[in-house]
């Protein structure tokens, strides 16, 4: 299983709310978390089965921006 690292502008448990249903189809339920104390609002996922641009268009289609970190 892959982890990747997202920068995000999702800022508060309303937002985690919002990204909740599109990531858990995306990557799995309980397979992600945002890091709301981190400045870049850390989006951490594990997945084997997404890519790092899948991943970042199911958090744009719930409305947020997403930059995979190297």
Not at 3 to 12: A, D, E, G, L, S
Not at 60 to 65: H, M, N, V
């Amino acid at each position: 299983m892959e982890t990747v690292q997202f920068k995000t502008n999702i800022k508060c448990s309303g937002c985690i709310a919002t990204v909740t249903p599109v990531l858990n189809e995306v990557a799995g339920k309980d397979n992600w978390e945002v890091d709301l104390q981190s400045p870049d609002k850390l989006l951490t996922v594990a997945t084997d089965k997404a890519s790092k641009e899948e991943i970042r268009q199911a958090v744009k289609k719930a409305g947020y921006e997403a930059e995979a970190l190297s």
